[in-house]
């Protein structure tokens, strides 16, 4: 199972970025998906989660700011960040709850991070 990020880069304080992961290999299905962060210097924290069955939960700082949605049928899950701060700089990781065909156990994958970085 590999998961595939894109969407981070470059933006100005107020702007507004789309990021998206797409899951890929033997799945048979995904739990939990979403977003994780790491500022430079900082621990790992989490940033945004969604269930398969749509529920969602932030982290304080970006509720009313970031949705995350995902496609169920192409195993893909996006993050949506509007109003963004400098305090928004981090490497996105992307994670996925997977069940792999042919196991009954779950699995945690990780993409490979995407660079974010706010800034005027």
């Known amino acids: 199972v590999q998961l595939q990020a894109c969407g981070g880069g470059f933006v100005q304080p107020g702007g507004s970025l789309r990021l998206s992961c797409a899951a890929s290999?033997?799945?048979?299905?995904?739990?939990?998906m979403g977003w994780y962060r790491q500022a430079p210097g900082e621990q790992r924290e989490l940033a945004a989660l969604?269930?398969?069955?749509?529920?969602?939960n932030y982290a304080d700082s970006e509720k009313g700011r970031f949705i995350i949605s995902r496609d169920n049928a192409k195993n893909t899950v996006y993050l949506q960040m509007n109003s963004l701060k400098p305090e928004d700089t981090a490497v996105y990781f992307c994670?996925?709850?997977?069940?792999?065909?042919?196991?009954?156990?779950?699995?945690?994958?990780w993409g490979q991070g995407t660079e974010v970085t706010v800034s005027s």
């Open positions: 290999g033997s799945i048979s299905s995904i739990n939990g």
């Open positions: 969604i269930t398969s069955g749509g529920s969602t």
């Open positions: 994670y996925a709850n997977v069940v792999r065909r042919g196991s009954p156990n779950s699995w945690n994958y």
